[in-house]
């Protein structure tokens, strides 16, 4: 059983959960272990890295009435929030824009691109904070387990962590039919900027096609790394 007087230790730097901080926390890539708020059932947990930026998780830490912990809920931070609602109506009032500024046809095939791009970057987005998300998670859990360890250790059963298979056939599949339209995305934006020139379809391009490949090369070469380090 892991107390409540146990897991304020945790927090370095306490402070509000508030939009204001959280932006700032965002803006910084605040990676203290950990940044919290200390309230009367619960403690609030956060930390950022490198990937996530704003899109790091709040660890919400339940207390029964004996102050004994009882459940961890994960939910997004209000910055993350707001700027995923702020996107929405940003590129919602454009296409309004346009629609009246342009004609019917211009408008329509701006707002497939446009969602055709989000689409594909939030795509590539999710995998990067899911993993990310999942070592944050599993930091805690170990950092809970340790406390759990010193407070009862006959109580601590050793298990061994089963590490996912990074080359999964579903994610093999998955690498099978976007890489190669990455390049082809690729090709074909530094062709059309050859010819005539840079243009918004140019920047797009190559910005979903690099993001994708840097951000998943990236991501094995880290999961290679810890596999080392274990």
Known sequence: MVKKDDLKKLIIENKKS???????DAFFCNTIKYSGEIRTNEIL????????RGA???????FDENETLKEIKIEKNPYQKYSEKFTIMFFS????LLAILENLQTSIIFGIGVSVIVF??????????????????????????NIERINNPELIIESKEEEEEEWTSSKFITR???????????GLSL????????????????????????????????????????
């Open 18 to 24: 508030t939009l204001k901080n959280h932006w700032k």
């Open 45 to 52: 947990l956060w930390r950022s890295s490198e990937y996530l």
């Open 56 to 62: 790091y998780p709040i660890f919400v830490l339940i």
């Open 93 to 96: 009032m454009l296409s309004i």
């Open 120 to 145: 594909l970057l939030q795509l590539i987005l999710s995998k990067a904070r899911k993993y990310e998300t999942k070592l944050l998670t599993q930091e805690l859990r170990k950092t809970i387990e």
């Open 176 to 186: 099978l039919l976007l890489y190669p339209f990455c390049i082809f995305l690729l």
């Open 191 to 230: 062709a059309i900027f050859f010819e005539k020139g840079i243009n918004f379809q140019v920047i797009a391009g190559i910005a979903v096609a690099l993001t994708y490949l840097i951000t998943d090369i990236l991501l094995i070469i880290k999961k290679k790394d810890n596999l080392y380090f274990q």
